[in-house]
Every structure is written in C-alpha cells, then in structure tokens.
C-alpha cells in the first residue's frame, strides 16, 4: 500500500480516531493544532484531560487517539499562517486534509476546500462537523448528538432515566466514515485524477446507525419497540444479562432452533411452553419469560450456567469489564501498543481489522508543536522565515 500524506486540524476524539486510522497503515499524519493565545492552555484541549502520565500536555485521556502522528502549531487567523498552510499542502503533496472545527471556520481559517483544491487540485478534503455545513454554527459533541439521535432515548432501564452510551460511539462512528470515505475518494481519485469533498455529519451518521428501529415507525409500531429495552433486545426473546449465584452472564437465544436446544437442558427445562416454541410467542410472554430465566439462573454458578450453554452451542458471554477485555485470548496478542518517554510500555486498543503487516507499536504522541520547525524546513521555510513567523506570532516561538 502507498503511504500517503495526511495532514489533519484536529482536536477532541472523532478526527483525531479517523487519523489514528490512518496512522495505523503506516500513513504519514500531520496533526495541526491552533497556537496559544495567552488565554488558556494552547493546543487540543484534550491533552490536558486525565492523569499526568507523561507530561502536562500529554496526559490519559490524550494518548491513544494520538498515537504515530507529528504535531505543528499554526496561528491560521493570520494571513501568514493560512499562507503556511497553503504551502504545507504542495510542498509535502498532502493527500489528504482533515478538519473537525465548525464549518462557520472554514473559510476564515483558509481551511475551506476551495482554498486548499487552488493549491493542490487532486486533494482529498474531509470535514467532520455536527450537522454538516448547512448547520455552520453548531458545535459537535458525542453526548449531545447522542441525545438528538435518539441514542439516550434507547438506552436505559424502560422505567429509568435515558442513559448514554458507554463509549463515545458518534464520535467514533464519525471517524469510520472519514477513514470510509477518504479510501473510496482516493479510489476515484486513482481513475479519474480528481480529488473530493467529503463532509460527514454526526447526526446523520449516527441516524444511520438507526436501522432497527427508525423504519418501524411507518410499520406502525408499538412504543416499546423505539425506547428503552434495558439489557434486553426487543425483537429477539429471550436475551438478556441473567442473575447467577455469583455474578451475571449474557444469553442470547437468536432463532427458535436455539431455544429448543436450551429448554433441552436439563437446568432449562421447566421454561418449555407450547406458547414459547416460538419467537412471536416468547414476545408476547417475555415478562413472564424473563423472570422464570432469572429465577432458574439464580439457583447456578455462572460457569455452570455458562457450561451448560455451551454445550448447547446457545450464545452467551461472561460480563467482562474493561480489564478483562484486554486479556482475552482472542484479542491479547493483537492489542497496539507505545511506550513512554520514561520506557514503560502502555497496551491500547487492537486495531479494527488485522491487515499483513501492519504495526502494532506505535510513537508515543508529541508534544505541542512539537515537529513544527522540521515540518516547515521540510517544505522549504528557511531558518530565517521561521523566526521570522516566530515573531510575527505564527508559530511557536
């Protein structure tokens, strides 16, 4: 695969993943963040959130999203600075160029794709925005656009307060469709030369994430099935977290083949109904049908429970928490990883899919502005411009 150049104004969570996507493949990623302005901290303010594990600005919360990317500051409210930028873009033939502020920016910034296409003509350009740029004031965040996309009203207990989700998934979901439609831009690209641009909006990737329950609304359906189901899915019974002795586990009966061969088991067995041979009739029963599950499972350890649904092939999952995730079999040897500026090596999250020889270290995130300089003389600022940008307030001193 050729590596390409991306070069990328991020800060928060859903850019800076797609990035680390393409880091991942062993891309060139340049993150771009704005210079200080004596009036808070400078930079992503994500990298002052959670603990100091290596310094002020590089701490918890900002690691693995950042993970194998160079870090410049610009001052893009300058001329001079958007002058850079449009100069970045030819002399390192970035491919791609990522943004993630309010679209109202764009243009004020020199960001907006028709500034940077005069320069670079074959330039993908990619946008993440809230409501995409029809919306240019209204700023994205991942549990705000989780409340207006119907994700809070989905999630929870029927009878309690909506919850959000327990990762931050527009942000992410937002990402994918960058990294998605970056890869089929650069494929068009390969056949017709042209570049594109690519505007991803958080409400409506996150809508489109709505398959199972925004269509029902025209077939009619009842209110239970578009609101909260808790633990529970709401077309397929019985699934759900199921007490034991000693903890909780997860089963999912998927098909009413599953369901014969779980009331074949002897500890199941008192559930068989004529009504609940099938799926519509354990739908109808499905109060009554979760409380005899858990009151069956109470009476059994969980790996007794868990053994016996095994041994019926009947899905089901232990309920790991995040710690116990990174020690399953299936994904401890495919976890990423870096190491900190003091040697320790910190284990992150597996890439999505493995791809032949892909890395799996990666370096560790820079400091603020880290690569500013180099990047500049790699496009042939010269030292003097350099301080002279200095000066003028363009890039860090």
Known sequence: MKRRTVL??????SMPYATLRFAQLGWRVIRIEAL??????????????????????????????????????????????????KRLVGEL??????????????APLGIDYASLAAVKPDLIWAGI?????????????????????????????P???PVLCGVPVIDLKAGDEVYANVMLALAERAESGRGAEIHVSMLQAAASWLITTLPLVDFDCEPWEITRAGNEHRKFVPTNVYPARDGFFYMAIGSDVQWRRLV??????????????TNEGRIRDRVNLQRDIAAVTRGLGTEEAMAAL????????????????????ALRTRLTSTVMPDGKRVRMQPMAVDLPGA??????????????????REAGFSDDECRALAAAGVIPS
């Open 8 to 13: 990328s104004l991020e800060q928060a969570l």
């Open 36 to 85: 200080g302005s004596g009036r808070g901290l400078p930079g992503d303010p994500n990298r002052y959130i959670g603990s100091r594990v290596a310094d002020d600005d590089r701490r918890s919360y900002f690691i693995a999203p950042n993970v194998g990317k160079e870090a410049i500051a610009l001052n893009l409210k300058t001329a001079a600075g958007r002058e850079a930028l």
């Open 93 to 106: 033939n970035v491919d791609v160029f990522c943004c993630n502020t309010v679209p109202e920016r764009y």
């Open 129 to 157: 925005s809230a409501l995409g740029p029809e919306y240019p004031e209204v700023p994205g965040y991942d549990p705000v656009i989780q409340a207006m996309a119907g994700y809070v009203e989905l999630t929870g207990n």
């Open 159 to 161: 009878n309690d307060t």
């Open 264 to 277: 074949a088991l002897p500890q199941f067995a008192s559930l068989a109904t004529d009504e609940r041979l």
């Open 310 to 329: 095994r041994s019926a092939t009947i899905p089901h999952a232990r309920i790991n928490g995040v710690v116990a995730v990174r020690e399953l079999e």
């Open 359 to 376: 890395a799996r270290e990666f370096a560790f995130p820079a400091k603020y502005g880290e690569h500013t300089r180099p990047v500049l």
